[in-house]
């Protein structure tokens, strides 16, 4: 979502105490600051809600049991016992799930 052309323009808006209210709630909540929330929405985005801690330990956990996975695979590799492509392929969701966990927490969701 970044652009490579510099903003040379400031714009000047006027709210209500409700609207700031209501505007600096979303920008902190997403965590952003207040120029990058209101680009994001310029641009059709509406920027998702800053994940919280669990979201970061969920990750972590879920790239441990993958390392696990990858010495189990290497083990069984090695002793014969053990369907490869069937291993790939979990090997493949698990990343696939990992990728639609953060895809949905960390990326903007369109208007």
């Given at each position: 979502m970044k652009s490579n052309r510099k903003r040379k323009h400031g714009v000047l808006i006027y709210?209500?105490?409700?609207?700031?209210?209501?505007l600096d709630k979303a920008v902190k909540e997403s965590g952003y600051n207040r120029s990058v929330y209101i680009r994001s929405l310029l641009l059709g985005y509406v920027p998702q809600y800053k994940p919280t801690e669990d979201f970061y330990e969920m990750i972590v956990q879920l790239r441990r049991i993958g390392t696990n996975l990858n010495q189990?695979?290497?083990?069984?590799?090695?002793?014969?016992?053990?369907?490869?492509?069937?291993?790939?392929?979990?090997?493949?969701?698990?990343?696939?799930?990992?990728?639609?966990?953060?895809k949905k927490v960390l990326l903007p969701s369109e208007v």
């Amino acid at each position: 979502m970044k652009s490579n052309r510099k903003r040379k323009h400031g714009v000047l808006i006027y709210l209500n105490d409700d609207e700031l209210l209501q505007l600096d709630k979303a920008v902190k909540e997403s965590g952003y600051n207040r120029s990058v929330y209101i680009r994001s929405l310029l641009l059709g985005y509406v920027p998702q809600y800053k994940p919280t801690e669990d979201f970061y330990e969920m990750i972590v956990q879920l790239r441990r049991i993958g390392t696990n996975l990858n010495q189990i695979a290497l083990v069984a590799n090695r002793t014969g016992s053990i369907d490869i492509l069937r291993y790939k392929k979990d090997i493949e969701s698990l990343n696939q799930s990992i990728l639609e966990i953060r895809k949905k927490v960390l990326l903007p969701s369109e208007v």
